[in-house]
T-cell receptor, first 111, second 112 residues
Framework: QKEVEQNSGPLSVPEGAIASLNCTYSDRGSQSFFWYRQYSGKSPELIMSIYSNGDKEDGRFTAQLNKASQYVSLLIRDSQPSDSATYLCAVNYSGNTPLVFGKGTRLSVIA | DAGITQSPRHKVTETGTPVTLRCHQTENHRYMYWYRQDPGHGLRLIHYSYGVKDTDKGEVSDGYSVSRSKTEDFLLTLESATSSQTSVYFC???????????FGSGTRLTVV
């Protein structure tokens, strides 16, 4: 059974701080990793993808991948109240098999 | 926009009735997926399609069937709706396995 684990939260951070969201996965052969943001009552929205070990930055977002330790993380710098949402981690285990999603971490940014 | 629409957006139906949800895309993507999302369970895959008439089961496929007779449409049918199928249903599309998904707006289904 392929699994993706995330802390459910809520994770509360003050406005302007760095929010750190973590995700672990069960298969060392996994190939592609994604972070989605989901506002309450809305559909998930892709915000980051990462395929290789290391960091990938896009604006205030940084995705970090460590395949040896089987974890992927998302850092949000200068957190804003508008970043308050549930963040879903998703993993592609091989080829064209469907993504496996974690249950999500709820982030609350306090003004 | 991403070119994926789901219909209906909301539906209330009675136990035992058949229900069909529709997902329509204008992106010509090969892969289409149906997920359900429930509190405490996250997104769970029901069925997916990797081409016209090519479909496969996901982890929660019991009680559901799908059809894809053309590239742009992927239908999800609840043969005889039960209260346990009350959920939010999301359709998603992707170019391929290494690509992220684009989700539709969702269908909120209530079975009474």
């Amino acid at each position: 059974q392929k699994e993706v684990e995330q802390n459910s939260g809520p994770l509360s951070v003050p406005e302007g701080a760095i929010a750190s969201l973590n995700c672990t996965y069960s298969d060392r052969g996994s190939q592609s990793f994604f972070w989605y943001r989901q506002y309450s009552g809305k559909s998930p929205e892709l915000i980051m993808s990462i395929y290789s070990n290391g960091d990938k930055e896009d604006g205030r977002f940084t995705a970090q991948l460590n395949k040896a330790s089987q974890y992927v993380s998302l850092l949000i710098r200068d957190s804003q109240p508008s970043d308050s949402a549930t963040y879903l981690c998703a993993v592609n285990y091989s080829g064209n098999t469907p993504l496996v999603f974690g249950k999500g971490t709820r982030l609350s940014v306090i003004a | 926009d991403a070119g994926i629409t789901q219909s209906p957006r909301h539906k209330v139906t009675e136990t035992g009735t058949p229900v069909t949800l529709r997902c329509h895309q204008t992106e010509n993507h090969r892969y289409m997926y149906w997920y359900r999302q429930d509190p405490g369970h996250g997104l769970r895959l029901i069925h997916y399609s990797y081409g016209v008439k090519d479909t496969d089961k996901g982890e929660v496929s019991d009680g559901y069937s799908v059809s894809r007779s053309k590239t742009e449409d992927f239908l999800l049918t609840l043969e005889s709706a039960t209260s346990s199928q009350t959920s939010v249903y999301f359709c998603a599309i992707s170019v391929g396995g290494r690509d992220g998904y684009t989700f539709g707006s969702g269908t909120r289904l209530t079975v009474v």
